[in-house]
């Protein structure tokens, strides 16, 4: 059976028969334009009916940008939620370099991670890299501030910390691991120019770096006894 299309005039038929329809949808009202015979001149009615549809869009719009960034913040916190059980559970110090690289460019698409220790006292990993602490002078900088650096780091630095990688990094985040003393460096790289830049936030990247060095402190003070 077909479905029956209204005309033009038996809606305003039904309208003038029903003259209390908008009493009882009034929100009707916010999506129909009624013109007022004023003239030439814009009537007191008609400009508040627009300032009214203008300020009910804004408020749209504001809520709709509201419910983006709560799901937005939903995902990153389920993002790091992931990366801080996997880094808790590790159990080596190679097990949270692989956990932090799995972490960073699976779920916040990164392209390379370089987790970098310093220790005078030699240690059996494979996933990442240890130096004496007397052979950081190239990245002293980095090390010295105790906060993390983002953006494009001197050459020199970008290929110390990035080896073989540094050719394809075009932009990069440093973040230095302390716990007491400065433990190490955790570098993350990517392949895209912006994607860190010296203009951006770094509360997350200390929340990184604060949860990393716990988890490394603990687990290196274990295998510093297991060997002493």
């Known amino acids: 059976m077909s479905e029956q299309v209204l005309t033009e ?15 009882r949808h009034q929100k009707l009202l916010e999506k129909l334009y009624v013109p007022h015979n004023s003239g030439s001149a814009v009537s007191l009615v008609e400009r508040q009916t627009t300032v009214l549809r203008e300020k009910n869009q804004q408020l749209y719009t504001h809520l709709s940008d509201l419910i983006e960034i709560a799901r937005h ?3 990153q916190f389920e993002k790091t939620k992931r990366m801080v059980l996997a880094m808790l559970e590790s159990a080596t110090l190679d097990d949270v370099a692989v956990a932090t690289d799995e972490s960073l460019c699976r779920d916040f698409h ?18 990442l890299r240890m130096m004496g602490r007397g052979e950081c002078g190239l ?8 906060l993390p650096t983002c953006g494009q780091l001197p050459e020199a630095q970008h290929r110390f910390l990035f080896l073989d990688e540094a050719v394809r990094i075009q932009s990069a985040a440093v973040v230095p691991l302390v716990k007491g003393e400065t433990l190490g460096l955790l570098a993350i790289g ?7 830049q010296s203009s951006q936030g770094t509360l997350f990247l200390s929340y990184v770096g604060e949860v990393l060095s716990r988890v490394i402190s603990g687990i290196w003070r274990d295998e510093l006894i297991s060997h002493s």
Request: hydrophobic share 35%; glycine share 0%; aromatic share 14%.
């Open 9 to 23: 005039q038996q809606v305003a038929d039904y309208l003038a028969e029903t003259p209390d329809f908008f009493t």
């Open 73 to 75: 913040n939903d995902t």
């Open 110 to 127: 990164s392209d390379h991670t370089q987790l970098l220790l310093f220790s005078d006292k030699p240690l059996n990993v494979n996933n």
């Open 139 to 146: 990245i002293e900088s980095l090390v010295a501030t105790n």
């Open 190 to 196: 990517s392949y895209d120019p912006n994607y860190f």
